[in-house]
């Protein structure tokens, strides 16, 4: 049981923290709080059981394909509602909220209300101290782990990243220094979109495909966003992980923990806040972002 939730924990959590790094950038840099993001997530999934089961579509092309048409899905989407309001956050927030509905409608109107399964990527199972674990969970550990590791990289260590900082630290200032600002929203929309679409890719064969399956991991993102800290990454990264174990801790280890994960989540976020309002790596000053 211990290893299964080790692994399990790590898969929940790896996704939940490629989920609000996303989730938190582009808020970090251009204010804007997409409750659609998850939706993303969703419509990647999707994609690829449609281009896999009824296109017979090779997978790594049906993989790549989704997660760019998810992509694109995102940059239309700000360029058409969110680039036109991004000054207000509450109208940012209603009209992302009713696009991830929109597309739940589609989803639903076109697929039905069933769930389906994606077949693996990785077949076969590795025994680890007693514990059949399949290699679509450690393809998916992994996987996470190096999109986390490339967007650090990305951010830290390129041209495009220290503009990215420096529109989050200061848009005027940025766009004095010559940096267009509107460009980077339009990229870092586009960043963010993607790793929803990953994220997708990754957990489509692991968790079942259904167009209500944006609902809960924004719940558990937005909770580990702010328990991480706003405008932390490395905060959003740690807050998924602790929420990811906290759902697989409860889920094996309590009788019906698979109703009781999310309340639990959200339990020990409201706690963490009630200690420390600004979350565990949170700043204190709005202006200090990333």
Request: net charge positive.
């Amino acid at each position: 049981m211990f290893v299964n939730i080790l692994v399990n924990g790590l898969v929940a959590g790896g996704v939940y923290a490629v989920l609000a790094v996303g989730f938190s950038l582009i808020f970090g840099v251009a204010g804007i709080l997409n409750m659609a993001h998850t939706a993303f997530y969703m419509i990647t999934a999707f994609f690829i059981l449609y281009a896999t089961t009824a296109l017979s579509i090779p997978l790594p092309v049906a993989l790549l394909g989704a997660i760019i048409i998810a992509t694109l899905l995102g940059i239309l989407s700000y360029k058409l509602l969110f680039d036109r309001i991004k000054q207000h956050q509450t109208a940012v927030m209603i009209i992302s909220v009713a696009l991830a509905m929109l597309f739940q409608e589609i989803l639903l109107l076109i697929f039905g209300g069933h769930y389906r399964g994606v077949p693996p990527f990785a077949t076969g199972f590795i025994d680890i101290l007693g514990s059949r674990i399949s290699y679509q969970h450690i393809f998916a550990i992994f996987t996470s782990a190096l999109i986390l590791l490339g967007l650090w990289m990305l951010l830290s260590k390129t041209r495009l990243g220290n503009a990215i900082r420096a529109v989050a630290q200061d848009r005027a200032i940025a766009n004095l220094m010559g940096i267009n600002v509107n460009r980077i929203f339009t990229i870092v929309m586009a960043i963010s979109v993607s790793l929803a679409g990953l994220a997708g890719a990754v957990v489509a064969p692991i968790y079942m495909v259904g167009p209500l399956m944006w609902i809960q991991p924004l719940t558990i993102i937005l909770a580990a966003v702010v328990l991480g800290g706003l405008g932390s990454i490395g905060g959003c990264v740690a807050g998924a992980l602790i929420l990811g174990y906290t759902e697989t801790i409860v889920t094996f280890l309590v009788p019906g923990g698979g109703f009781l994960r999310g309340a639990v989540s959200l339990s020990i976020m409201v706690l963490v806040l009630l200690i420390k309002p600004e979350g565990l790596f949170g700043v204190v000053f709005e202006e200090e972002r990333l």
